[in-house]
């Protein structure tokens, strides 16, 4: 289950702004219990897809790679959230017992 | 960086060295400057290093990028090294396993098609080499009939071209698929939706639409080619046995006193030898405009053959279909040959004349015999046929029948043998 949340999650974090590996991998982990091994495929994958880009600023003489989020990228994280939005109803069934009130609260 | 952290890195690199370095080089990097992050985050080595198992980073690289490389190759080669790299990458879970076993279905229809359209393309290169190698063999003459068996070859290769594409883009699209909910399946076992679909090639898909048009193109051309020169209704005819609406009728006639052995064969047409009326030896034949044949002298024999006059391609194949045109061969009463010989391809063949010895044989047309009006001692075979003796069908394949001083040979390879 959360697996499945961590693309979203990624992307929904990049659209508020580009960040590094580590600190993206910080974030996650604040939000999210997951393996810090889980990150990495993630992120390889949205960038396969073309979800998202890199780039290489210079930090304390090394290279930091920073991840952006791209347009489709954007219409992707656009597309997860009326999933999620989908997903809101099925929660809270759940989470009344299977009481199918919620749309008419 | 410390000994811990080199000795992880190295672990990685031996856990990835099968995969291609463009695969290996980013996530050594990533995961170089993961730890380099975290070290100026304050955390320690002992800590970095007891939250990274370098076997699940390996199986999370190899799954990945085995699904990477395979969707991005052509064709069945996509389908080769995933399957084995993507069980690597599953490290034995038995529900993704179990996925995995459920992709073989697919993958297995695919591999069928992928095979389908291979043959395809092999039949149209085949196509294009049997259309030069007939129109090599044409009569110059039929300049009409040439262009229409270049048609014809254009039809066959642009038809079976279309096919093979269709085919092979179909195996594709299911291999695509298939690798997609692979990759879900391994990823992300509970997710609803299969992550979107990776980039395509707006160029590719174009170059692919435009093959399939100019393959149909070709293929209608070739039809196009072909009906003018009469091709598909000379098949037609030739097939259903129709009897051709222009025949030439030929003839020749020798001396029997000069004659000792008499040699007929056919493709298609029939042969009937029979006792006539006239002092002669004669021979008729019913030519009609895609064969040709002619009877010669050749020293105290006679031999007819007929071939294809060069004006309709790949004759040989079809002409296997039983003829409606004849030859006609009559003796005078009286008259016994030392030795005759019938051969045809698929023509019916009947004898009713007397000989020293008489071979005859057919591969696929009706075989005739007047055995009892003549002293014959008879052999008959046949393979895939029967053998019917005075009208009672046999239920071997074999027939003898000791008789006079004259010997007939009757072969027949798929037709009947009716020894009357």
Redesign the interface.
Same mark, same amino acid.
């Given at each position: 289950?959360k697996?499945?949340v961590?693309?979203p999650l990624v992307l929904a974090i990049l659209k508020d702004g580009d960040a590094?590996?580590?600190?993206l991998?910080?974030r996650v982990a604040g939000i999210v219990d997951i393996?810090?091994?889980?990150l990495?495929?993630?992120?390889? @994958?949205l960038q *396969?897809?073309?979800?998202l880009e890199t780039y290489s600023v210079e930090h304390?003489g090394?290279?930091?790679?920073y991840y952006r989020i791209t347009p489709?990228g954007r219409r @992707?994280w656009q *597309?997860y959230v009326k999933?999620l939005e989908g997903l809101e109803r099925v929660i809270a069934l759940v989470k009344r017992g299977g009481k199918d009130d919620v749309g008419e609260d | 960086m410390s000994e811990k952290i080199d000795g992880l890195m190295a672990s990685l690199r031996a856990g990835l060295q099968d995969l291609p370095e463009e695969a290996v080089r980013?996530?050594l990097?990533?995961?170089a400057?993961?730890i380099?992050?975290?070290l100026?985050?304050g955390r320690s080595e002992e800590e970095i290093l007891s939250?990274?198992?370098t076997e699940?980073?390996v199986a999370?690289?190899r799954?990945?990028a085995s699904l990477?490389r395979a969707e991005s190759r052509p064709g069945p080669l996509r389908l080769t090294g995933a399957g084995r790299s993507v069980l690597r990458g599953l490290g034995g879970t038995a529900g993704r396993a179990s996925l995995l076993a459920a992709a073989s279905v697919p993958y297995t229809l695919a591999i069928g098609l992928y095979l389908c359209a291979v043959g395809s393309f092999l039949a149209v290169a085949a196509s294009a080499g049997l259309t030069v190698y007939e129109i090599t063999r044409m009569s110059a003459s039929s300049a009409w009939e040439r262009i229409g068996a270049a048609g014809l070859g254009l039809f066959a290769a642009g038809l079976l071209g279309a096919l093979g594409l269709l085919l092979w883009l179909a195996a594709n699209a299911i291999t695509r698929v298939t690798l997609r909910v692979l990759?879900r399946g391994v990823?992300?076992?509970?997710?609803?939706?299969p992550?979107?679909?990776?980039?395509r090639s707006p160029g590719r898909w174009k170059a692919r639409r435009a093959a399939f048009i100019v393959l149909l193109a070709l293929g209608l051309l070739g039809l196009g080619l072909t009906i003018p020169a009469r091709l598909p209704w000379s098949y037609v005819s030739i097939w259903n046995s129709m009897r051709p609406a222009a025949l030439t009728e030929r003839s020749w006639s020798f001396d029997p006193a000069e004659i000792r052995t008499l040699d007929l064969q056919t493709l298609s047409s029939g042969i009937t030898v029979r006792v006539g009326s006239s002092d002669l030896i004669t021979l008729r034949y019913e030519e009609p405009r895609w064969m040709s044949g002619a009877a010669l002298r050749r020293g105290d024999g006679v031999s007819f053959s007929e071939t294809s006059s060069g004006r309709l391609p790949y004759l040989e194949w079809v002409a296997r279909h039983e003829g409606v045109t004849t030859l006609v061969m009559e003796v005078p009463e009286g008259y016994v040959p030392r030795e005759v010989t019938l051969r045809s391809g698929s023509g019916p063949i009947e004898v009713a004349m007397p000989a020293e010895t008489i071979r005859v044989e057919t591969e696929n047309g009706r075989l005739g015999f007047a055995a009892s009006r003549y002293a014959y001692g008879v052999r008959a075979m046949t393979r895939n046929g029967t053998i019917s003796v005075s009208g009672t069908v046999l239920d071997r394949t074999t027939y003898e029948a000791a008789g006079g001083p004259l010997e007939a040979e009757l072969r027949s390879v798929d037709g009947k043998v009716e020894i009357r």
């Open positions: 289950m697996k499945g961590l693309e590094y590996g580590y600190e991998s910080e393996a810090e091994t889980a990495y495929p993630v992120l390889r @994958r *396969e897809q073309g979800l304390n090394r290279l930091r790679k489709r @992707r *597309e999933e | 980013p996530a990097d990533y995961w400057e993961y380099a992050e975290a100026e985050a939250r990274l198992s699940e980073i999370a690289i799954a990945e990477v990759r990823h992300r076992s509970d997710a609803k939706e992550p979107p679909a990776a980039p």
